[in-house]
């Protein structure tokens, strides 16, 4: 066991949550921290950016054990705090009570603490397996960060053989989560004024179609078989933002809605989008077209993360059961990168502090005793590292 002092992870939170790094903004000032403190302890960091050099990923190994390592994934992104009433600054740590408050404090810069926390006793340890640190960008918007990463391993960065990916799962043991797929689609009509209503297109209206449509592709969705171990128990399908027209007395010549569908089952998946564009291809355009023929309705993909399922018995799952001292795994709902990571033959696991009910939300916090859960594991990992156990 661990009987040096480490760095106060609840600290290093803090410190995280100061970088406001919203997926439109970039994440180099939180990647520079992290570089410098790991610089600190003597660690050397491989930065991925992307092409605009506004973004990078970072990937760093403690250890030159000729094992294939354990990587500890997380997200460097949060999601936006707009038009959320706050009762706290949402980018400086306010601890009340048990509750730590702060965006990103549960998804996931409370895992990401922990790491680094936990980085000097990891370097301390004689081993022959290697840690590898695995920290992405733009997760929140479909895991596109990981992806240039994952293209690297087995070129200029090491193939981990297990990845546990931090997000808040409550310290418990997840092996599986739906997909998710989300999509935009954009309603071209025409221009005229509102008293004249018949010699425009109104895409507002338009889209209301198209939208009534996806509520039928969705309660058809809820029928099918195949997510038992979800809740809900089915492919779910949800409208989250529609933006349109530009003034009341206008036709709105425009309007755009973004959508998603979270799939337990991948077989789903074309005809979802088959039936939705066939809908609009067969009976709301030839509408609009029938008026104006230069309107369209154009959809397209804007981000996707695959499915995650793993084999329980599994090297990464069985490894994570036995740090978070559980004998049983769970399935969530949402979405992380660990499909992509298994699909690039990681045995990848998820596993972290806090609950995914405080993420996303106002007020997002994370309780202390869950950074104090996480330390723990990360403690036995290193001690089985120590001990030549992995």
């Known amino acids: 066991m661990t009987t040096h ?20 903004n970039s994440n180099l000032q939180i990647i520079d921290y992290i570089k410098d403190y790991l610089d600190s302890h003597g ?17 760093a190994t403690i250890g030159t054990g000729d094992q294939p390592g354990i990587g500890l994934s997380a997200h460097t992104d949060v999601v936006p705090v707009d038009g959320q009433n706050w009762t706290t600054d949402p980018f400086q740590l306010k601890e009340k009570g048990d509750r730590l408050y702060g965006r990103g404090s549960c998804d996931m810069k409370g895992f990401l603490a922990c790491v680094l926390a936990k980085v000097p006793d990891f370097i301390s340890r004689n081993r022959s397996t290697p840690v ?23 070129k200029d960065i090491p193939l981990p053989r297990i990845v546990i990916v931090g997000e808040p799962t ?21 221009e005229a004024h509102s008293s004249a209503p018949q010699s425009g297109v109104n895409a507002v209206m338009f889209a209301a179609e198209l939208i009534a449509e996806l509520t039928r592709i969705r309660e058809s969705l809820q029928t099918l078989s195949g997510g038992d171990r979800f809740t809900p128990p089915y492919t779910s399908l949800h409208v989250g933002t529609i933006k349109g027209g530009t003034a009341l007395n206008i036709v709105p010549r425009q309007c755009e809605f973004v959508w998603e569908y979270r799939s337990v089952d991948e077989a789903h998946d074309p005809e979802i989008i088959s039936t ?34 793993s084999d329980p018995s599994s090297t990464g799952v069985s490894l994570a059961m036995k740090l978070a001292q559980q004998n049983e795994t769970q399935s969530v709902s949402y979405a992380t990168e660990a ?50 156990e992995i």
């Open 339 to 388: 499909g992509l990571f298994e699909n690039a033959d990681c045995s990848t696991v998820v596993c972290g502090p806090g609950n995914i009910r405080e993420a996303h939300k106002p007020d997002e916090y994370i309780e202390r005793g869950e950074i104090d859960k996480c330390m723990r594991f990360l403690d036995r990992l290193a001690d089985m590292l120590d001990a030549n």
């Open 276 to 309: 939705f564009n066939k809908f609009a291809d067969t009976v709301v355009k030839p509408k609009m077209r029938s008026v104006v023929e230069e309107t369209n309705i154009e959809t397209r993909q804007i981000a996707h993360a695959p499915i995650y399922a």
């Open 43 to 59: 660690v050397q960091s491989y930065l991925l950016p992307n092409a605009e050099g506004d973004k990078c990923s970072l990937f």
């Open 170 to 190: 409550s310290m418990k043991v997840v092996d599986a989560h739906k997909s998710i797929n989300v999509y935009a689609t954009t309603v071209t009509g025409f």
């Open 5 to 24: 002092s480490l760095p106060d992870p609840v600290s290093l939170l803090a410190d995280l949550v100061a970088f406001d790094t919203t997926s439109r």
């Open 132 to 154: 590898h640190l695995v920290f992405s960008y733009d997760e929140e918007i479909g895991c596109t960060g990981v992806r240039p990463l994952i293209d690297r391993f087995n």
